[in-house]
């Protein structure tokens, strides 16, 4: 049985944070209505890539009930309101202000049924002066500093999927299983709310620290990492990238000793210590460099298992699906089947119900649970 059989779910969501949020709950059991507008979450329109539907709209989307309401009639919204009471959870990402511009005001819904748990998604958080703002993914990628820490020496870069929109998600859903338990024991919902911008700064908290406390935020290093060495992408003989990670002392004389045979090293005063070996990065790094690049890299993997040394090949995108530690789970789209990466810990609808939903395809079926009024 699933943890969350039996909770209803209304989401007036578009996009990926909200929905992400949502995706979640549906893995947990939850029955979950995705309320759309006559054209649909404009996430359907983002790309055709996946048998003619968007990448993103069948990640998020999978076991949902789609339902047309158009919001711009009062009978809609009447009915929404009907729904809304009826659910046990309402999430909605909607521009600050419309909800209650159509008369659907939190307060008052969470007065006339004390259950309700309610999460407001927006970019901003209520008590900024920001709130009222549109924002985005990359907007706030930029915004929050990320991409300041994100790139090459050269420039900064984006982070290559939604990170911000999917913490947002994560810590939305996280506080919805919260207030379910809560509700479990006092019998009271909650008005919940998150932010893009409060979840990607709870993210860069590291970094914050350094820059707040110690000095400074991180450079941009690549695919290294700023505060350890030796910690980035060196190459072998054959040209194989690959990530090596040193995290403490026992792992250096290891490398030292049995990875690149250059026991020298340990005696060296430019390499005593981590924040030693930081500070004289150049010296490291090549050492390190000029030693794997006469191995092949079936050599390398051969003597950095031995030694117990973490590493990872840089792979792209084409290898993942290939790769033997990679699980997926079968989602249909329309008449076709696919394959999507599986949630960890999560469980999982059974096939019959793991279907990406048609624009309204449960619209009759939603509303036929409203009374006659």
């Known amino acids: 049985m699933s943890f969350l059989e039996g909770i209803k779910v209304i989401s007036l969501e578009q996009a990926v944070a909200a ?69 046990d959870v309402l999430i909605q990402n909607l521009k600050p202000g419309a909800l209650a511009k159509l008369g659907l005001e939190l307060d008052a819904l969470h007065a006339e049924h004390p259950r309700l748990i309610s999460m407001s998604i927006s970019g901003f958080a209520e008590d900024g002066p920001g709130h009222h703002r549109k924002a985005y993914d990359l907007l706030m990628q930029a915004e ?11 420039a900064a870069g984006r982070v290559g999927v939604s990170l911000v929109d999917i913490a947002t998600g994560q810590f939305a859903y996280e506080a919805i299983l919260g207030a379910l338990i809560q509700r479990g024991q006092n019998g009271r919902g909650a008005k919940l709310s998150v932010s893009l911008f409060d979840a990607v700064a709870q993210w860069l908290a590291v970094p914050y620290l350094l820059d707040r406390y110690g000095g400074a935020a991180p450079e941009r290093v690549g695919l290294a990492h700023p505060g350890i060495c030796p910690y980035g992408v060196f190459t072998a003989q054959c040209g194989q990238d690959f990530v090596l990670s040193v995290q403490n002392e026992r792992e250096w004389g290891r490398l030292c000793e049995m990875g690149i045979a250059r026991a020298d090293l340990l005696d060296d005063e430019r390499c005593a210590d981590n924040q030693t070996r930081v500070a004289n990065r150049d010296f490291v790094d090549d050492a390190v460099r000029d030693a794997v690049a006469k191995l092949a890299y079936t050599e390398v993997q051969e003597r950095f298992e031995q030694a117990d040394l973490a590493f990872a090949p840089v792979n792209n995108i084409n290898n993942l699906k290939s790769h033997s530690d990679f699980h997926t789970v079968p989602v249909t789209v329309g008449e076709t089947t696919v394959e999507l990466p599986r949630v960890p810990g999560a469980p999982w609808l059974p096939d019959s119900l793991n279907r990406v939903p048609e624009l309204g395809a449960h619209t009759q079926e939603i509303l036929a649970r409203v009374p006659k009024s």
Not at 147 to 152: D, L, N, Q
Request: include cysteine; proline fraction near 2%; glycine fraction near 8%.
């Open 19 to 87: 929905p992400a949020c949502s995706m979640r709950l549906v893995q947990a059991g939850a029955e979950v209505v995705k309320i759309e507008r006559p054209e649909g979450d404009f996430a359907r329109g983002y790309d055709t890539a996946v048998a003619g539907k968007s990448s993103y709209f069948v990640w998020l989307n999978a076991g949902k009930k789609s339902a047309v309401l158009d919001l711009r009639r009062s009978d809609q919204v009447a009915l929404l309101s009907r729904l809304i009471v009826q659910s």
């Open 144 to 154: 929050s500093g990320l991409s300041a820490i994100t790139g090459s020496h050269h």
